[in-house]
């Protein structure tokens, strides 16, 4: 059975690519927690290909894949893109309630994020 896909909205300035210091940082907040290994091909970023890691205190690192091609212009301003959580990650959705995910770009600060399963 495939499991759910997340989708994250974010923005970030566009310059040649996305600016996103080193990466998209997600946190699930307990319940909630990751599977235990984690393929790329699970994991987009605007689309495309993703580099994926998980850290020891279960932070999802997220970067476009290395040698990804970029349209080469700049924009004023942010531009939206979306990291997919897909599901051949195997995530697993709780029982219905409200839950929590941190989320954060580069060095920012983290933003705890609602998830309604319903």
Do not use: K
């Not at 974010?10 to 996305?18: D, I, R, V």
């Amino acid at each position: 059975m495939a499991g759910p896909t997340w989708t994250f909205e974010l923005s970030a300035p566009y310059c040649g690519g996305y600016r996103v210091g080193d990466g998209v940082y997600i946190r699930p907040e307990a319940p909630l927690t990751w599977p235990t290994t984690v393929a790329s091909d699970a994991v987009t970023f605007a689309n495309g290909t993703a580099d994926v890691s998980i850290d020891d205190a279960g932070v999802m690192r997220v970067t476009p894949a290395a040698g990804r091609v970029w349209a080469q212009f700049c924009a004023a301003g942010e531009r939206s893109f979306a990291v997919e959580l897909l599901p051949a990650l195997g995530l697993t959705n709780p029982e219905p309630g409200t839950y929590a995910v941190d989320v954060w770009i580069g060095s920012g600060t983290p933003v705890q994020l609602p998830i309604d399963i319903t």
